[in-house]
């Protein structure tokens, strides 16, 4: 919920992101819905989380770069970054493409 805060991800967006119903996320942040472990969105969540990690490494910390850059057309994803995260695939793409850019560094 805090990266999603950080990142100005609508609650909407966080829903499609973890395959929940935007409900789940209102009580997920109203702290009356935890995730469950052995559910799939438990695995999304982990996935959500380290392209945030990724992602604050790669700008330093710096949240408006970050929520500049997920915002942003990215020629190399060929989407805004933001948009990928509704779909499984895309939310994977976007992992690897962070990772191997936060190699570089």
Known sequence: ??????????????????????????????????LDPARKEWELAVLWVRAFRSLDAITGGRDEASRAWLHSANRDLRARPVDLLSSLTGVVHLVE????????I
């Not at 919920?1 to 109203?30: F, H, W, Y």
Request: glycine share 4%; net charge positive.
């Open 1 to 34: 919920m805090k990266a999603a805060e950080i990142l100005d991800l609508p609650q909407n967006q966080l829903a499609a992101t973890l395959g929940v119903s935007a409900a789940t996320v209102s009580r997920m942040k109203s702290g009356a819905y935890l």
């Open 97 to 104: 493409y962070l990772d191997e850019a936060r190699a570089r």
